[in-house]
């Protein structure tokens, strides 16, 4: 049952927080963030533990609800407030998911926090402010989060000059957060972004991070990589034992020459084209590249293209010409995807 919800959510300056300054990708994940940025994320995580009104007294909505930002589950349990009941995308509306384990003994991992907090706090997460728990409240990642290496669902740290990569999802994880390596893990010697040595909890796991980019979704079936629009209805058939009856098939496109699927081929197209740090846009068969959330990339999507630009025909994904405002931006988006030195 729903219960009246009004109050005022612990809302400290994030928009400043969020020009902080990129934290150094050797640091822990839990000190990527500023004091003040952590004192909000800890009292955020209180205020939804109040006595007088828990969010597991909220209303209890579709169990496989995905958004397209923040981390997402196979299995979950989501509350909303009021405000989020009402309008899923109102400002104010929260999103309080419990993510388990995936498989017959159910074990809490992790909470997902997302609240929308007003407009034009953030254009790269449509406004969303979003924070994933330990159960006993640690912060592990969250929206404002800015590490190198960086990948959506997952937490990494850098020791002794190696990558360390960690889902979200994995058993390991809160150990993991707390500074202690898994006893059992696999190392891939120069197989991380710039060469560096990757280390994970499985080669499954250490490919699937590799595969990930912002905004999709990467699940491996026999070798073969399955790619979704994060927050799609198709990922959670996919989740849930159904297949897209309509597949768009790539042999060869993914990482290592593996089979790439989708739903559609346009998907296929932005997953190809999509890097890092990078907002790409395919456009008359070019493709546009800009710097996340730069002041270029908002007139991009305000004004289209601009009259200054930077073009290298046949040097990008599946050898299309490339566009930017500047050298640098593309030459650093060349090298994300491994086409430049």
Known sequence: MSRSLSFALP???????????????????????????????????????????????WTVVRAELHWP?????????????????SNTGAYGAVFVSEHFTDGDAEELLGVAVRYR????????????YWAYYLPDGTVVKTSVDRPEHDRPGY????????????????????????GTPPDKH???VGGGPGGATVKGTSGEAIDLYLATKPGFTVRIDDGRYWVFRTGTEALVQYDGGTPPGEQAIRPGAGPGGATLKAPDAETLDAYLIAAPGFDTVLLDGRVWVLRSGSEEAAAFRKDGEPAE????????????TVRAVDRETLDAYLKALGLAE
Request: glycine fraction near 6%.
């Open 186 to 188: 696999v190392t891939r």
């Open 309 to 320: 630009m930077v073009t290298r025909p046949g040097a990008g994904p599946g050898n299309r």
């Open 69 to 85: 930002f923040g981390p997402s589950a196979k299995r979950q349990k989501t509350y909303a407030n009021s405000r989020a009941v």
């Open 117 to 128: 907090v007003k407009a034009g706090y953030d254009a790269t997460t449509a406004d969303w």
């Open 155 to 178: 937490v990494t740290r850098v020791e002794d000059g190696r990558l360390w990569v960690m889902s979200l999802d994995d058993p390991a994880l809160e150990s993991f957060v707390r």
């Open 11 to 57: 809302f400290v300056a994030l928009a400043g927080v969020l020009l902080s300054p990129a934290a150094r990708a050797d640091e822990e994940p839990t000190a990527r963030r500023s004091p003040k940025h952590a004192e909000y994320a800890a009292s955020l995580w209180e205020f939804l533990h109040r006595d007088e009104l828990p969010y597991e007294d």
